[in-house]
């Protein structure tokens, strides 16, 4: 999909001030000097103090004026916020943006391996997605769609969990924690803006949610990122109800951008037996089906 939606505003400066009022003098051993704080957490000279840096070159880093950050200041700055793990990563993506650096592997499309469809039409009893950047479904199995939706009948360009997230209202009475999925999933967008800065179908993407859901406006601005990992989901599902779900995510070989989630239930619980009898229920036929544009 073509878009003239304005690319996405991924800036350093963006990313320190945020982080920096999210934590307060105490958080990082300071002593509050009383005076009172026109917004919340650090003030500039003190992340400066932390980070072994001039206070004039922080004001130039949150102002864009400052090229060429050495990857030395990117750590003292992510341990002076007590960034968590993602965050510094996100920290680095973004402060080398400025700097020459490799072309990104481009975004598969089309067919996946023969031995990834092996491996998802094996997990019969357990929803499989193959998700490629930008959260792009490029391959279900049928449990898969049987939880979430039949991928098949949507457009290419639907075949996405954070656009079908935002814009489907079947998924915001899907997700029982709506609210805490969505935001995730704007965290993990904004992961891949920060990595794949020069991705004009992830611009597009962000650009389309910016104009079409509020929600999605106010949690982009506020600088979170997460990357796909593990953890739980729970589902209102319309056919077998209540569904507590475990997920876990597998990088699909170094040089694609895919990784494949597997949900999966606890054993014994109840959420067991209702994928049996989602697995019963369902239509589709058992096989993994792949995403073609």
């Not at 056919?239 to 876990?248: A, E, I, K, S």
Request: with cysteine; hydrophobic share 40%.
């Amino acid at each position: 999909m073509s878009s003239n939606h304005e690319s996405p505003n991924i800036t350093l400066g963006d990313f320190l001030r945020a982080s920096r009022s999210r934590i307060t003098p105490a958080d990082v051993g300071l002593p509050d000097d009383g005076r009172h704080r026109k917004v919340p957490g650090l003030r500039r000279e003190e992340l400066a103090l932390l980070a072994n840096v001039s206070v004039d070159y922080i004001v130039r880093l949150e102002q864009g004026r400052a090229a060429n950050v050495s990857p030395l200041v990117l750590e003292a700055l992510a341990s002076a916020l007590r960034l968590e793990p993602d965050e510094r990563q996100y920290l680095m993506n973004v402060g080398v943006q400025e700097r020459p650096r490799s072309v990104a592997p481009t975004a598969r499309s089309g067919q996946i391996r023969a031995q990834t469809q092996m491996l998802m039409d094996g997990l019969r009893e357990y929803p499989a997605l193959l998700l490629g950047r930008r959260m792009d479904v490029l391959a279900w199995n049928t449990m898969g769609a049987a939880l979430l939706t039949d991928f098949a009948v949507l457009p290419p360009s639907d075949r996405n969990l954070v656009r079908l997230a935002f814009l489907d209202p079947r998924f915001r009475d899907l997700y029982v924690d709506w609210e805490k999925t969505a935001r995730e999933c704007v965290a993990y967008l904004r992961m891949d803006a920060a990595r794949y800065p020069d991705d004009e179908k992830l611009s597009s993407l962000i650009g389309e949610l910016s104009l079409a859901d509020a929600d999605f406006r106010r949690w982009w601005s506020d600088q979170r990122v997460k990357t796909r990992a593990h953890g739980k989901k729970r589902f209102n599902h319309p056919v077998v109800g209540h569904l507590d779900l475990n997920f876990q995510t597998f990088s699909v070989g170094n040089e694609t951008d895919e990784t494949l989630f597997v949900y999966t239930p606890e054993r014994g619980g109840s959420a067991e037996e209702s994928l049996r009898r989602l697995a019963d229920r369902s239509e589709l036929p058992l096989e993994v089906t792949a995403a073609h544009s």
